[in-house]
């Protein structure tokens, strides 16, 4: 059978685990990974502490810094017939800048948004990881992230709510995957790794595009 390289994003909410996941899944599928590169943005620690003053800002650079990213090394993987792994989409930042911004400075991010995610890949299946923002809130205390120790519950709510009407409405025509995680550890429990990358493995084959699914 012909060998079709895949590319899997995965996605959910802040302190979900999807960094985790994807490097957990790196050698089951043979796969490259992109993971997001948000400690190098100058504003986001600032962005928690005042969130209206510095959004402009952090998003913009945000959505930047994905776009190059990705529209190098989406391409640059799939054209070398490897897989790929990311830990985000490039359509999820348009999700933060809605909750985030406002006015004259949403619509700029908008077209800036719209003009560059023509030139990015789409997945060819999204993961899409939830839990209750109680158990977010406890993961994100416990890897301690500098700028993270600011950040209020409130907030991580509405991205909660944010995220499940941005995968009920946005990716027509994506395979999504929804994992609940409320009860999952993945790292210490083997058997919820298992069971996950069953479910993924499950899923793929129901893509239409899968011809051959490279698993060990």
Do not use: C, W
């Not at 999952?184 to 793929?204: A, F, H, K, T």
């Amino acid at each position: 059978m012909l060998k079709i390289t895949m590319y899997i994003a995965i996605e959910g909410v802040i302190g979900v685990g999807k960094t985790t996941l994807a490097r957990l899944l790196q050698d089951e599928f043979q796969a490259e990974l992109q993971l997001e590169v948000f400690e190098e943005n100058p504003f986001l620690s600032q962005f928690y502490s005042d969130r209206a003053r510095y959004a402009f800002q952090t998003q913009i650079f945000f959505l930047l810094s994905r776009y190059h990213q990705q529209n190098r090394a989406v391409p640059d993987a799939l054209k070398r017939g490897k897989n790929l792994i990311a830990d985000y989409t490039f359509a999820k930042d348009a999700l933060f800048a809605r909750i985030n911004l406002q006015g004259d400075e949403l619509d700029m991010y908008y077209k800036v948004h719209d003009a560059l995610a023509e030139k990015i890949p789409r997945p060819d299946l999204v993961v899409y990881l939830s839990a209750r923002t109680p158990v977010l809130m406890q993961r994100i205390t416990l890897r301690d992230r500098p700028y993270e120790r600011n950040m209020e519950e409130a907030y991580i709510a509405t991205l909660n709510d944010a995220y499940e009407d941005f995968f009920d409405n946005y990716f027509q025509g994506v395979p999504v995957l929804r994992v609940d995680t409320n009860q999952l550890n993945i790292i210490s429990q083997p058997e919820d790794l298992e069971r996950v990358i069953g479910l993924i493995q499950q899923r793929l084959a129901e893509a239409p595009r899968q011809t051959e699914l490279p698993l060990t």
